[in-house]
């Protein structure tokens, strides 16, 4: 019995202690989305004002934020 009860608070408190992560982990995303939307409007920037390689170099900036 005393085995059953120490197990369940450990599976109970478990859950717990990662919950913490997750407005981290959000905040980790919100980062990544502003930089992205910043690189990207770069990018659009100068792919109009023809510097295509510029823009290609910020885009692609952009989606490697996302393969980390």
């Known amino acids: 019995m005393k085995k059953i009860i120490i197990t ?3 599976v109970l408190f ?10 981290m982990m959000a905040k980790n995303i919100d980062n990544k989305i502003k930089k992205a939307q910043e690189l ?12 295509h ?3 290609e170099e ?11």
């Open 40 to 51: 990207r409007d770069q990018g659009m920037n100068a792919h109009e004002a023809g510097d």
């Open 14 to 23: 478990a859950g717990t202690a990662y919950a913490g992560s997750c407005p």
């Open 53 to 55: 390689k510029k823009s």
């Open 58 to 68: 910020l885009l692609i900036k952009a989606l490697d934020l996302f393969k980390s």
């Open 8 to 10: 369940l608070c450990l």
